[in-house]
């Protein structure tokens, strides 16, 4: 059986725990998910397919499926290898008024987003509040039970998963004619967002010379016939 490698596309599905107290905090099963109430209604649940080596998962569990072959795996994992051991940098005093002006009274406990930073908020004394910038995870061993199920060899299928993870679509249309894939999108993308698919998708899957999207719109429902005005009695 073949041993997956890097650039492999490869349909896995996983649940990751937090070793401490073996609670779930990722996984592609929607039952689970909702069991365990992290359920997110703007995830796509069930089997992943993804690209190794591509980061599309967290970074250890990406390393670690590489050498495997389709299978169930336990793959552990350090701090340092995946959400990162925590910072005492990473813990900031942030003066009070900062948040007033945005209106967010700040109290232990609340998530904020500071210049495009999100941190959680542990202490608020006088004008400063202490805010702690480490990943909620930051520090903790985790485990993920994964399964890969199979590894991808069709290139329609490569380029359609490729494209719904990177957009989080539930459908995306690829036809493959003459090493050039036409895909169908229901909304457009960038220009540069197209041309940087194009390149990513060409380096991934050699056969593939060309890309062209194609917009397709919904249909809109048919339109309404007029109503006929009644004729006036002769």
């Known amino acids: ?3 997956i490698k890097k650039k492999d ?3 896995v599905e996983y649940t990751g725990t937090i070793k401490d107290d073996n609670a779930v905090f990722d996984t592609t099963d929607e039952k689970l998910a909702k069991k365990a109430n ?30 495997k ?3 169930e795996y336990k793959i552990e994992l350090k701090p340092e290898d995946a959400f990162g051991k925590k910072s005492a940098k990473s813990i900031q005093l ?3 008024s900062k948040f007033l002006k945005q209106n967010i009274r700040p109290v232990p406990g609340l998530q904020v987003n500071i210049d495009g930073m999100f941190g959680l908020i542990r202490t608020v004394s006088g004008g400063r509040t202490l805010v702690d910038f480490n990943h909620p995870l930051a520090g903790k061993e985790i485990a993920y039970s994964v399964k890969v199920n199979r590894i991808i060899e069709n290139d329609k299928e490569k380029i359609e998963a490729y494209l719904k993870l990177a957009l989080n679509l539930k459908e995306v249309n690829v ?8 895909i169908e ?8 967002i197209r041309e940087e698919f194009s390149r990513k998708i060409s380096e991934l899957i050699p056969a593939i ?3 062209d999207f194609i917009i397709k719109k919904e249909e809109k429902g048919k339109a309404e016939q007029k109503k006929e005005e009644p004729k006036p009695k002769i």
Request: some cysteine; hydrophobic content about 35%; proline content about 5%.
């Open 38 to 67: 992290i359920h997110n209604k703007e995830m796509n649940y069930g089997p992943l397919v993804i690209c190794v080596g591509e980061q599309q998962i967290l970074e250890g569990l990406d390393k670690a499926l590489e050498g």
């Open 94 to 96: 942030v003066q009070t």
């Open 175 to 182: 036809k493959i004619e003459n090493n050039e894939a036409k």
């Open 9 to 11: 596309f490869v349909e």
């Open 209 to 211: 010379k060309k890309m």
């Open 69 to 71: 072959e389709p299978g």
């Open 1 to 3: 059986m073949a041993q």
């Open 185 to 192: 999108l229901k909304d457009d993308i960038p220009k540069e």
